[in-house]
């Protein structure tokens, strides 16, 4: 979002940023207006993942290229006019596949990843073009779609026909697109478009709070909304706790954690969702955080063993158990890398013993992991799996 003299210049990152989180929104118009200045946060796991998805790609881009396509590649970065008209001249030309082709039009920018020229006609002559993206995500998300439909929304402006198809190109696919039929998400698009540009035209801007999303994951913003729900002791600090009991709790006043801490038990109220069971536990649970808080020392309850339930529900220790532990890089080629597999055996008489086997390339992985499992069926044992992965 940037502030081009009294107008607002958005992209698809704002869509997807408004359908997540309108505070997200909220904070990036302060930002535009200068009134907030942009937070810098370095997330080595996020550049992780934009490398990635840049070698993503060109791999795409090359395998077009080996298959034979005219590609023309619109350089330099960012969006302006002279970009969007470089793209609009090779569109008029024909190219075959155009790379980072830019658009702008009525306050809205993008630059996708690869036009495709097809066979249907359009105000550029006997062909038009269809959008697709490449993504590192094995399964298409809201967000994508919506992205997608902008940049299809965007070339319509330019061909004068709205797509039909947009196409999105996941890694372990050779390179087969997944095709979705723009009309079938249409009138959600234009629905939450529509909603971003009403809550942009207001010069007052909205009002938000910071509730926890998904979304938080891989935003700039976490480190300044998780201040502000700290610093206001918010419910969602209590561990467990669901939207649905905080919302219940807010509408009966008790708005953080140390107010629901000090809730009395049982409870004299009903809760108009849920049971009242789940809202004790909560309440317990504050109870021990605040306690943690102010004594500042980890506070911990242990609960009474329950037959059936729980850790209560493993068979008892054996003398032929096999303990394995996985240790994986998931951002190794394509798929992750396994790369240590630990054992600990026992013995009958008590004693441990721990045997690693490393994998330094996927033939030794896979190796590795049949050995492991032969191991523990050879000796008829039980084996308890920990899988982790380590970036």
Aim: charged residues 25%; glycine residues 10%; contains cysteine.
């Amino acid at each position: 979002m940037q502030r081009i003299g009294t107008s607002l210049q958005l992209s698809a990152s704002d869509l997807v940023g408004y359908l997540n989180c309108r505070h997200l929104t909220s904070l990036d118009r302060s930002v535009a207006d200068g009134a907030l200045k942009k937070p810098s946060v370095w997330d080595p796991l996020l550049d992780i993942l934009w490398e990635r998805g840049s070698i993503h790609e060109q791999n795409y881009i090359d395998h077009l290229r080996k298959a034979g396509h005219d590609i023309v590649e619109i350089h330099g970065g960012g969006i302006d006019q002279a970009i969007a008209d470089q793209t609009f001249q090779a569109m008029r030309a024909g190219a075959e596949i155009i790379v980072q082709g830019a658009f702008l039009r009525e306050g809205w920018g993008g630059r996708t990843d690869v036009l495709r020229r097809v066979s249907i006609p359009s105000d550029l002559g006997d062909w038009s073009y269809e959008v697709t993206d490449t993504k590192l995500a094995r399964e298409t998300k809201g967000g994508a779609i919506l992205q997608l439909c902008l940049y299809s929304d965007l070339v319509s402006t330019v061909q004068g026909r709205m797509p039909e198809y947009m196409h999105v190109v996941t890694p372990w696919s050779n390179f087969e697109p997944q095709t979705f039929r723009i009309a079938d998400y249409g009138a959600y698009y234009r629905k939450v478009k529509r909603g971003l540009e009403q809550s942009l035209t207001d010069n007052t801007i909205e009002d938000t709070y910071p509730d926890p999303k998904q979304h938080c994951d891989i935003c700039r913003w976490y480190w300044d909304c998780d201040a502000r729900r700290r610093q206001d002791d918010h419910l969602c600090l209590v561990a467990g706790i669901t939207k649905v009991q905080i919302n219940e709790l807010k509408r009966r006043g008790i708005g953080t954690m140390a107010e629901l801490a000090e809730v009395p038990l049982p409870l004299a109220w009903k809760p108009d969702r849920g049971a009242a069971k789940s809202y004790e536990r909560i309440r317990e649970q504050a109870r021990v955080q605040i306690q943690g808080r102010t004594t500042g020392r980890p506070v911990y309850e242990t609960l009474p063993l329950a037959p059936g339930f729980g850790l209560t529900r493993l068979p008892f220790p054996s003398a032929g158990d096999v303990f394995l532990d996985l240790e994986g890089d998931p951002f190794v080629g394509d798929g992750g890398f396994e790369y240590l597999f630990g054992c600990v055996f026992t013995s009958a008489d008590g004693t441990q013993t721990y045997k690693a086997d490393w994998a330094l390339s996927r033939e030794d992985e896979k190796r590795r992991g049949l050995l492991a499992r032969l191991e523990g069926r050879g000796m008829g044992a039980r084996v308890q799996v920990n899988s982790g992965h380590q970036s």
